[in-house]
């Protein structure tokens, strides 16, 4: 199992993404090549330990901006540590990539050079999100901001196949996140999603609210990219601010000091659960190759973790299922999941 | 200061609007007429402490159910509790009225009858969310599935209007909700909303993330209804999901509980923080009246704050600041809040 690693694109610097990666060579015994500056990759492996023979370093010159455009990045920077990194997973040399850079230009990147999976026109994120059952697959996390039904029609498949093959379900109950069960409720693009899922081969259990999401009642949440993202990130910033104030609250007495002291356990599991870091990265659904994406600010640790769940996606032979899926559903629904009338042409192309 | 409330709409059948309006009638001083049927509105009220010269009871004998649509509600059902009772206000019978029923049905009811404020086109729904510092106000949390641009502008006047009576901000800051600060980022709706806001004579700080609205970064956040429900939800879903969880990690051991019982004072206040029955209902801004809109499973407490909100609303002359903001912002963008292009058109009219 070989990974490669774009160490340049992170808001935190190289630092993280290189020594996160030999922490996932030693800890996972997979390979990983670490590619950007191959200066600055070694300085911060210098007195590292790790796995010598597990670790390899491949230069790039470039790096992608967080405020490049998407475009410009695969055009214009031949030479970055991301394009780089996936090129590895298309000329063979890794079984997959990660990335903490610009998400846009990660995923054009990624769909450029290693191309769809057949009946998946647009790559998504999906994302594990805590709920009161077993973890919910999230997706679009925020790769597709503007979405046609039929995109979204591709994620529940997508979805479907990660939760039976990474969470191990039988049957996957696949939500599509609006604002009311009722058929009727939704905007203009749930409704016509929920029309065709409710004609698909899946265990589609309807229309499915915020509150769904944590309550345990679904497995996969569809969504497009722009709220996908925003959910995922009103979730994190409402964990925070529960914790900040849990914290202040349990600090304002002599009493609740020492109750906190007692329940510590309790709270550090409360963190782990919730912490992102523990999770790693999304992965990037949709490409014929593993990629997966990190939180521009990640730690050493999620960055091992992101490693952890390349290697998974590869394992569990994530990407052949989806193929399987799509072949099997859009087969069985007669095209189901292309164009459904003049209006959905789709002005990106 | 008289309020109408329509006890007939929840989920919950009359007994918790009922006992919550005679509550704040006791607790709140203020005047309040109970919409809907009138047997069934006596038998709650039957052994009920309440000051009989405050408490009215008016007739209804129709009901709008949750999946009424919103046009055969103010059409078809003439006589049911939710239009008397904004009949009520529209009479000047009431100063404000409060419903737990179907919100489409009760925003346009409150349009049709009471009519909108100057310069704003649709109601929109505030709600106030706890984050690390003030609460912050959200617009729109579900009134409008499908804006155009300048609906979303007018939401963000409402918005500031509300922020400046209600939460005593003097300059309040407004933030477009989305996936990232830059100017290019966002869907085809925000970055017109961006484009226009950036000129208004407002204090908006651009386009904010969803763990924005926890972090103490913004006091107005805005988006379209779809969306703002979503997150809404999502937040209430994500409170109740981390209480759970920390209540069964809290049981774990001995030490903890005994950690647990010590802190509880704690957990109280988190409770507090985090509950909407805290809050009461959510006020609709943009008619000419005071309408407050209550979860459809509120609580008799839930209830009686939501008048208290109304009260509030009144007493503070919110729907004057609006009109006085739209006036001046408006006019002072040229018209910037009104249609910006051929492709604007509102298919809703």
Chains 1, 2 share one sequence.
Request: hydrophobic letters at 45%; charged letters at 25%; proline letters at 3%.
């Amino acid at each position: 199992m070989r990974v490669a690693v774009d160490c340049m694109g992170g808001d935190l610097g190289p630092a993280p993404l290189v020594l996160g990666a030999a922490e996932a060579a030693s800890a996972l015994r997979c390979s990983v090549i670490l590619v950007g500056d191959e200066d600055q990759i070694r300085d911060e492996l210098e007195g590292a330990d790790y796995p010598r023979d597990r670790v390899a370093i491949q230069h790039a010159s470039e790096v992608v901006a967080m405020d490049d455009s998407p475009t410009a990045a695969v055009r214009r920077k031949r030479d970055s540590s991301m394009l780089k990194a996936v090129e590895a997973v298309r000329e063979g040399r890794a079984d997959g990539c990660i990335s903490a850079g610009n998400t846009g230009a990660f995923m054009a990147t990624a769909k450029l050079l290693l191309g769809s999976i057949k009946g998946i026109e647009r790559p998504a994120i999906a994302t594990l999100l805590p709920s009161s059952g077993q973890d919910v697959v999230l997706l679009d996390a925020g790769a597709n901001v503007d979405c046609k039904p039929r995109h979204l029609c591709q994620f529940a498949i997508m979805g479907d196949a990660f939760a039976r093959r990474v969470l191990g379900i039988a049957e996957p109950r696949v939500g599509l996140l609006g604002i009311g069960a009722e058929d009727s409720k939704g905007n203009e693009l749930t409704r016509r999603v929920h029309q065709t899922l409710s004609a698909a081969e899946l265990n589609y259990v309807g229309n499915v609210e915020g509150r769904d999401i944590f309550n345990g009642s679904v497995d996969v949440v569809v969504c497009d990219g722009f709220i996908g993202n925003i959910v995922l990130k009103s979730a994190e910033g409402l964990a925070v601010a529960v914790a900040d104030f849990l914290r202040e609250s349990l600090m304002a007495s002599l009493p609740r000091r020492l109750g906190a002291r007692l329940a510590r356990g309790a709270f550090t599991e409360y963190k782990r659960k919730l912490d992102y870091a523990e999770r790693g990265g999304a992965p990037l659904l949709g490409t014929t190759g593993v990629c997966v994406v990190c939180h521009g600010s990640s730690s050493a640790k999620a960055v091992r973790n992101a490693v952890g769940e390349a290697a998974q996606m590869l394992d569990k032979g994530v990407n052949a299922r989806i193929a399987d899926r799509v072949a099997a559903i859009a087969g069985a629904g007669g095209g189901l999941l292309r164009h459904h009338g003049a209006q959905e042409t789709d002005s990106q192309g």
